[in-house]
RNA sequence: GGACCCGUAGCUCAGCUGGAUAGAGCACUUGGCUUCGAACCAAGGGGUCGGGGGUUCGAGUCCCUCCGGGUCUACCA
């Protein structure tokens, strides 16, 4: 258990921005691992490989194991694959000579290396790998399927179950720009979660329950316009709201009434029901209509009503427990030890008796913990909401405390605002946000566009369906490949730019690929194509098959801080790396091993680039 | 007032719980297609990592402080 002590779980104190499970040194505890498990087979986590081995080296060369961890990172190529930082301050704590330390290390390590990587020592201390390419061409042999690399990469997640709460949207209203980060970060990280091992409940926590059906179901019985509600009825609903919400501030009485609709509402009301129930499957609809051009999938919708009858035990239990008190009429929940939260209240029910969503996601999380048997609950919105989630966070962990329930992990995946290009939130000329689904349909014009000019000698119903790939790729890949925390510049010409990091510089290495192959006169790589394949030999060669090896730290580090931008960059580097080669090395030659070698790496360059951009949910094209 | 996020090349951004000479793309300069898709590749210039202090063998990364921008701060979600 060398390396667990630096592990900290929520509970602890470190709250929900904390940052768990790390693979690599999880795998440590296994006992006495690390002898034999290197020379045996070239396994997907050679970092894993790596860590052990040295781990166990340090023991044997005497080395406190309380004190040492091995420090395992992916290397500058210069350097070598990877290297281990360990002994630098090990040797440092201890007052010794971390060259030294570093040489007893080596020394110790060397054995269980040999056919695996080159050691050396450099600088101060640091120690660097570089894998032969012999177990380079081994790793590249045997991960050569979309189940190989699932099955191999299935250890960082394996027997997890996350529950992830993304999209998320209000009923009634369309969805527009503001919605789309959400919608697709919130899949690629269902996607990799469940390819790296974890079992994923996806679950849309729709906004169904609010306050704004009173007014909503005021305007519907007084404003309506049949027709409308006919041909667009989300656009019409929209319209309801809007012109409803004028009415009751214009007069009081409206409001008034508006109060009374919604109280009827929550009475039970049949006409009412009905009502709220019309409504919610017009909004439904046209959310899958989304929902199916973005390809995104939930197992659950389980909105706001859902927990409409779970919510009195969530008050008396924290009243009870004394968590929850009564504030200016309000059932509030106030953190002491909370620089903020001390006096900044958790309002779990509003002074008017009804719920909010603070109500609600309580009884989110017991839900998911009890019934869902959740490990983790993932909830992904705007940053804006960071305090409500850390109030909620706070309040979860003392209830759960209390009641000696068990308490899942939770990450609230927070992220910036999309921006126009005046820095400020992107908004259509008359104020109005703007729509996905026309957002969608320019992505797609624009591609279209592209495509006529670049490819004309395809057919026009392939034009356009290379251009729905395109278009909404590029909008999708621009979501993802920034730093969800922060807020991001939305201007067409970047993300439709055939250069740079961008969906359709991945896309057309992915359809260059296969371009290969066709020439070949088969449809996909077959595995006879490399069977005298000899390992990598040239410096690009070289280069792109560490590259592939590392798909499999990739994958670690991405799934375990849930940001998929480590991901777009790694692809990027990778298909940069294959372009390299490609300029440099000719794949076609006559020479029998070399066409084999280098047809594995189109083929496995292939196999990684469409396994990653799937995970990130890009539809790949074979030509375009 | 308080809390959180952000500040890296002219512009847009990476930088993996502190590690080797801070990296990409765009733009700019130059070179490469009668040979596998040039929607590509290679090379070059361009940096007081907002300022200042501190911790450390080592700081873009951690701590303090100041400046600038954003968000939130009692019954919307």
């Known amino acids: 258990m060398l390396v667990l002590s630096s592990l900290k779980w929520p509970g602890s104190g470190t709250f929900c921005h904390s940052r768990p499970w790390r693979a690599t040194e999880i795998s440590l505890a296994g006992p006495g691992a690390g002898d034999c498990a290197v020379a045996m087979h070239v396994s997907f986590q050679i970092a894993a490989d790596l860590n052990r081995a040295v781990t166990s080296a340090a023991l044997q060369a005497g080395f406190d194991p309380a004190g040492f961890s091995a420090e395992i990172r992916t290397a500058d190529p210069r350097h070598g694959d990877f290297q281990a930082n360990g002994v630098l301050g090990y040797a440092k704590a201890r007052k010794l000579n971390p060259r030294a330390v570093a040489e007893q290390l080596v020394a110790a390590l060397a054995p269980s290396m040999e056919g695996l ?50 999209s998320s949207p209000n009923t009634a209203k369309q969805l527009h720009v503001g919605h789309i980060r959400g919608m697709v970060i919130g899949e690629a990280i269902c ?22 059906f009173g007014k909503l179901i005021w305007g519907y019985k007084h404003l309506r316009n049949d027709e409308a509600l006919a041909t667009d009825p989300l656009e019409e609903l929209e319209r309801l709201y809007k012109a409803a919400d004028a009415a009751t501030k214009a007069d009081p009485a409206v409001l008034e009434a508006a109060r009374a609709e919604l109280v009827k509402l929550q009475a039970g009301d049949r006409e009412n029901l009905e009502l709220w129930q ?33 919510l009195n035990p969530v008050y008396e239990e924290l009243t009870r427990l004394g968590l929850a008190e009564i504030s200016e009429g309000a059932l ?67 209830w759960f405390g209390m009641t000696q329930r068990r308490l899942p992990r939770f990450e609230h995946v927070s992220f910036g605002s999309i921006l126009g290009e005046d820095g400020k939130a992107i908004k259509t000329r008359s104020g109005d946000p703007i729509r996905l ?34 278009g909404i790729g590029a909008v999708r890949y621009a979501d993802l490949s920034q730093n969800r925390s922060s807020d991001y510049v939305f201007a ?31 449809e996909g790589p077959t595995e006879a194509l490399f ?94």
């Open 531 to 624: 069977a005298n394949a000899t390992p990598p030999e040239t410096e690009t060669e070289l280069a792109l098959a560490r590259k592939l090896v590392g798909f499999a730290s990739t994958l670690e580090l991405t799934t375990q801080q849930l940001r998929p931008h480590f991901l777009c960059t790694y692809l990027y580097e990778l298909a940069g790396a294959y372009s390299a080669f490609y300029a440099a090395d000719k794949v076609l030659v006559d020479a029998e091993p070399v066409r084999a070698r280098r047809l594995l790496l189109c083929a496995r360059t292939l196999l990684v680039l469409e396994s990653g951009l799937s995970l990130l949910g890009l539809r790949t094209l074979q030509r375009m």
């Open 437 to 470: 689904k026309a957002l969608l349909a320019e992505a797609e014009d624009r591609a279209l566009t592209l495509v006529n000019e670049k490819s004309p000698e395809l057919s026009e119903a392939e034009r356009k369906d290379i251009a729905a790939a395109v």
């Open 492 to 522: 067409w010409e970047k993300i439709l730019s055939l250069e740079g990091n961008t969906a359709p510089y991945l896309l057309y290495a992915v359809a260059r690929i296969h371009s290969i192959f066709r020439k070949q006169g088969i």
């Open 117 to 166: 990587c080159d050691l050396s020592i450099a600088g101060p201390g640091f120690i660097n790998f570089r894998l032969k390419p012999d177990v380079l061409l081994q790793w590249l042999g045997r991960y050569g399927t979309v189940e190989m690399l699932r099955s191999g990469a299935s250890a960082l997640h394996q027997g997890q179950r996350y529950v992830v709460d993304f």
């Open 191 to 212: 996607r990799m979660l469940a390819f790296c091992g974890a079992s994923v409940v996806r679950d849309n926590h729709i906004g169904d329950w609010g306050t704004q």
């Open 278 to 310: 019309r409504i919610n499957a017009i909004s439904s609809g046209a959310f899958t209509e989304i929902y199916r051009k973005l390809d995104i999938h939930f197992d659950h919708q389980l909105g706001e009503s859902f927990y409409n009858d779970r």
């Open 332 to 398: 509030v929940v106030f953190h002491p030890e909370h620089p903020r939260f001390k006096t900044q209240p958790f309002i779990i029910r509003k002074s008017d008796g009804a719920a909010n969503y603070a109500s609600t996601d309580l009884a989110t999380m017991l839900y998911r913990t009890e019934h869902f048997q959740a490990d983790a609950i993932v909830i992904l919105t705007d940053a804006r909401q960071s305090d409500h989630f850390e109030q909620l966070w706070l309040t979860t962990q003392k």
